[in-house]
């Protein structure tokens, strides 16, 4: 009996500790709550990740930055399990660009089903059920892949059941190449740390 219960318990350990890897910066450091950083793309040509307006109104799109803006803006990930100080793969969290704009929405990642793109104007909420502002990082070889995940995952109580719904790809929109859902190939990045630099949700 004993034996089965230390089986079992190993099994479960195992099993957390394979749920809560951490992600982890180009300098492979984990990536901390509030802390701000660039999402460098893997795929060339093109730069990291930024806001674009294809139809010059609000709310913004998230965009693939021009080539020669490699960096991109600064983005801040908040876990929505309160106790995870660093993010962890698979559990859902929070998106944002922390720097304002000239738009009245928040700058909190959401999915625009209809469009299939993500665009500002999200919410940090927690409440249960699905909502289109959660989302999930899953590795992709030596990189990562942002997922929609409108149910909690990795939290004390999950919102609903619903499983995440695919990785997020970058679509040609006139001039703008914009992160949605209705790509052919996910978009892989790489995160960079900006020095000294936090924000709040």
């Known amino acids: 009996m004993e034996f089965i219960l230390l089986l079992v318990s190993s099994l479960l350990l195992t099993a957390r500790a394979a749920a809560s890897n951490p992600v982890l910066d180009v300098d492979g450091n984990e990536l901390r709550r509030g802390h701000l950083y660039y999402a460098s793309s893997v795929r060339r040509p093109g730069g990291g990740l930024t806001l674009a307006a294809p139809n010059a109104s609000c709310p913004l799109n998230v965009a693939q930055a021009p080539f020669y803006d490699y960096s991109g803006r600064p983005l801040a990930f908040f876990p929505e399990n309160a106790d995870d100080d660093t993010v962890q793969e698979g559990s859902t969290l929070y998106i944002?660009?922390?720097?304002?704009?000239?738009?009245?929405?928040?700058?909190?990642?959401?999915?625009?089903?209809?469009?299939?793109?993500?665009?500002?104007?999200?919410?940090?909420?927690?409440?249960?059920?699905?909502?289109?502002?959660?989302?999930?990082?899953?590795?992709?070889?030596?990189?990562?892949?942002?997922?929609?995940?409108?149910?909690?995952?990795?939290?004390?109580?999950?919102?609903?059941?619903?499983?995440?719904?695919?990785?997020?790809?970058?679509?040609?929109?006139?001039?703008?190449?914009?992160?949605?859902?209705?790509?052919?190939?996910?978009?892989?990045?790489?995160?960079?740390?900006?020095?000294?630099?936090?924000?709040?949700?």
């Open 96 to 201: 944002m660009f922390p720097e304002p704009t000239a738009c009245p929405q928040s700058t909190v990642w959401t999915l625009d089903r209809e469009a299939g793109f993500v665009t500002t104007g999200g919410t940090t909420s927690s409440a249960i059920g699905p909502h289109n502002s959660r989302f999930a990082i899953r590795k992709a070889g030596d990189a990562y892949q942002v997922k929609v995940c409108p149910c909690s995952t990795g939290v004390h109580q999950g919102s609903c059941r619903m499983g995440c719904v695919g990785s997020l790809g970058l679509i040609k929109a006139g001039e703008s190449v914009l992160l949605g859902t209705n790509s052919e190939r996910p978009h892989t990045i790489m995160f960079v740390k900006v020095k000294q630099a936090t924000a709040t949700r």
